[in-house]
């Protein structure tokens, strides 16, 4: 079971810009890997994924077209989520996995956008 920890999040105003990170205890090479966010009483909900191996192709919510970037970093078995232009609606726990999600949930990076 590949565990994993969330982080780079943060308080920022909005436009402004944060970098996430995910590390994972294994290697992520095989897997998709997508990012994640959940707000109280909501359900959690895919914000962005990228393909096994060079990580190719990617997807976004249109919610976040334009504005987030995945990448990820096999060797460091990482995956990052750049997010800029933040708004106040962006305001969540975000989380990564493999897409569909099956390993444990990490304990999430709150995200903060207010002025």
């Known amino acids: 079971q590949v565990q994993l920890v969330e982080s780079g999040g943060g308080l920022v105003q909005p436009g402004g810009s944060l970098r996430l990170s995910c590390a994972a205890s294994?290697?992520?090479?095989?897997?998709?890997m997508g990012w994640y966010r959940q707000t109280p009483g909501n359900q959690r909900e895919l914000v962005a994924r990228?393909?096994?191996?060079?990580?190719?192709?990617?997807y976004y919510a249109d919610f976040v077209k334009g504005r987030f970037t995945i990448s990820r970093d096999n060797a460091k078995n990482t995956v990052y989520l750049q997010m800029n232009s933040l708004k106040p609606e962006d305001t969540a726990v975000y989380y990564c996995?493999?897409?569909?999600?099956?390993?444990?949930w990490g304990q999430g990076t709150q995200v903060t956008v207010s002025s």
């Open positions: 294994g290697s992520i090479f095989v897997y998709v």
């Open positions: 990228i393909t096994n191996g060079a990580g190719s192709g990617t």
């Open positions: 996995n493999r897409v569909p999600s099956s390993w444990e």
